[in-house]
């Protein structure tokens, strides 16, 4: 069995101003903060000598490589980023950024935003622009039916409401 794996699908390049503020904070701080303190974590443990069974010096280099890998990603991926702060000209459909209210066949309402894949949050009801139903939604406008291929089957929403924040509203 091979180990290749294929890359995967880039996701979209769309972003709130609120999740790119929160990417480059985390970024700050894995720069800023949180790497310069595990490389003095590293020198320390260094000095105590003979690394290879050093326990401490192991964990910390292994500490600073994910750090480097997580702040390579999110250079690359801000750097390419469109920060989307302004709601499109057509508020009756569904685009980046909107709050859709859906309502399944058993008149069940929920309340979705669509956001790029980095904020994504099915807590706060965030779905991704690439996810299946985000997919489906795009476009669509009130009133319209949505059908969503599910583990369960197909399941079909009606497309109650559609609003965008002001760019204020975050």
């Known amino acids: 069995m091979s180990r290749y794996r294929p890359p995967q ?4 390049k769309f972003i709130t101003p609120v999740g790119a503020q929160r990417l480059k904070d985390e970024l700050d701080h894995l720069w800023r903060v949180l790497r310069p303190q595990v490389t003095q974590a590293v020198q320390e443990a260094a000095a105590q000598g003979d690394r290879s069974e050093n326990a401490e010096y192991i964990y ?8 480097d890998r997580r702040v390579r990603f999110l250079r690359q991926r801000l750097d390419g980023m ?3 702060s302004q709601p499109p000209s057509d508020s009756s ?3 980046f950024g909107a709050w859709v209210t859906l309502e399944d066949d058993n ?12 904020e994504f949050d099915a807590s ?5 622009m690439d996810s ?7 476009r669509k406008g009130l009133d319209d039916e949505v059908r969503v291929e599910v583990p369960g089957g197909l399941k079909t ?3 109650t409401a559609v609003r965008y924040e002001t760019p204020s509203g975050g």
Do not use: C, H, N, T
């Open 157 to 159: 929403y009606v497309i």
């Open 93 to 95: 459909r569904v685009f």
């Open 132 to 138: 299946p139903l985000g997919r489906a939604l795009l």
């Open 60 to 67: 910390g280099k292994r500490q600073l490589r994910e750090i």
């Open 82 to 84: 469109v920060i989307v």
């Open 9 to 12: 699908p880039k996701g979209s």
């Open 107 to 118: 008149g069940a309402e929920s309340e979705y935003r669509i956001v790029g894949p980095d």
């Open 124 to 128: 706060r009801g965030y779905i991704s």
